[in-house]
């Protein structure tokens, strides 16, 4: 969801700059202010002087304002979609990278790496959403299960685990993106 967030900014920024400035204020008519004529017994009429507003050093845009033109957002290539991948996916296949760096061939090493690779995975779900996080939570859970099994807690075989988790890891690529 994060990354969907991070597209709308983009979108957003992206409109913000491409809009026109508004257009500067219209520079106000030539006032006219009355002056009373001192007294005098002649009917002659008042007199009126006329202030013209401060000169302004002429500016490059034109005095008529141009209407707007109406923007679009550009529109945004599609690999750069496709670059975005469902949250928690990168957090998991992290995990996943570390488990098969550091499980070694010996059956403590694997226990370790397993519960190290179970608490990254809880620790990814909490970004994904829908299918990836039930497939990320799944996997949690059989990393879990390979850890009670390589330490001797529950007497079963880890193999059947291990298939478990390679059938549940090519999904998890599949619903990422991952080739």
Known sequence: ???LAGA????VALVAYLMPPT????PQPDTVVPTPAPESSSPDPPVISRHAPPTRSPSPEPSTPQPASPTRAAPVPSPLLSAVRPGGCDEAAAALTAYGRNAGTVRSSQAAAAQQTYSDLMGAVLDAQG???AKISRLAAEFR???FRLTGMIGADPNQVIADIKTDVAELNRLCGSN
């Open 1 to 3: 969801m994060s990354a």
């Open 8 to 11: 709308i900014a983009a979108v």
């Open 23 to 26: 257009p500067p204020p219209q």
């Open 131 to 133: 299918a990836v996080a």
């Open 145 to 147: 299960e390979l850890n």
